[in-house]
């Protein structure tokens, strides 16, 4: 059941301690998901833990926690959330060890109503992370994916929000929430590549452009020649970390204009202008 007074105490808890090893969520982004999580919520799993926890535990009859057990570390990300006083560890399970290996060998046994990706970021690890989980995501469930100005993880974001699978309902700051829809499971033990809608609208990639190659390393130059290309490293840097604050605050835009057109429709009917 959920408790009114979560949140404040969260907050609360929050500023008598330093933060975790793991980092922390900003108040936003769990006032989003403590909204947008489906009512009743049954059955829960997160990958990494913190705040987050602490709500889900007051929000779902049963938390999953798949994290590294790092209680013996400084500022413990667990002892953070196993010492807050409305942490509920009767409702809560960890499932302690490095994520890509915990949750290809868990046996789901119940759907799940919630997920939040925020694992381990390096490639490939999000995306396995995904591909362990998806298939048990219920109609309806809410799907959280954190941390999407990394670029590894923001290519699972664009992927998720042009998936029919998926409807992309908000971005909170650098956290995007998603509600699986009723369209099938896309299998996980098939292929059908051509069925995406991600790479439908890309096939086929021009590979002579080098549009995706990246930056390229730099070369060693001598004197001011290497301040030079460090500076211009730097600047192409600057670049490519607005494009994608900006791309990201589209996506936020989208979901945004979404979520007006499903209340106007509510309001006065499922008109064509609304689609």
Not at 119 to 143: K, N, Q, S, T
Not at 231 to 255: I, P
């Amino acid at each position: 059941m959920r408790r009114p007074d979560s949140l404040t105490a969260l907050y609360d808890y929050e500023r008598s301690l330093p933060a975790h090893r793991a980092g922390t969520l900003d108040a936003q982004v769990l006032r989003a998901m403590e909204d947008l999580a489906p009512r009743p919520m049954q059955w829960s799993m997160e990958t990494g833990c913190g705040k987050s926890t602490i709500l889900l535990s007051n929000l779902s009859e049963h938390h999953v926690v798949f994290a590294y057990d790092d209680t013996a570390e400084p500022n413990s990300s667990i002892g953070y959330y196993t010492g807050c006083p409305i942490f509920r560890a009767d409702r809560t399970t960890l499932v302690a060890g490095a994520t890509q290996v915990t949750l290809p060998q868990y046996a789901f046994t119940e759907p799940v109503d919630f997920a939040l990706l925020d694992g381990p970021h390096g490639y490939p690890f999000p995306e396995l992370e995904y591909y362990y989980v998806y298939p048990h995501l219920r109609p309806g469930a809410l799907l959280v994916v954190d941390d999407i100005h990394i670029p590894t993880i923001h290519r699972l974001h664009t992927f998720l929000a042009e998936d029919e699978m998926f409807e992309l309902v908000h971005v909170e700051r650098t956290t995007s929430f998603f509600r699986r829809t009723e369209a099938p499971v896309f299998s996980p033990f098939g292929d059908g590549w051509q069925l995406q809608s991600y790479n439908k609208t890309r096939f086929p990639v021009d590979v002579s452009a080098g549009a995706t190659a990246g930056p390229s390393a730099p070369t060693p130059h001598a004197g001011s020649d290497a301040l030079e290309q460090a500076l211009a490293d730097l600047e192409a840097a600057r670049a490519q970390l607005k494009a994608s604050r900006d791309e990201t605050a589209w996506w936020k835009h989208v979901a945004d204009e979404r979520r007006l057109k499903r209340r106007v429709a509510r309001r006065l009917g499922d008109w064509p202008f609304l689609k």
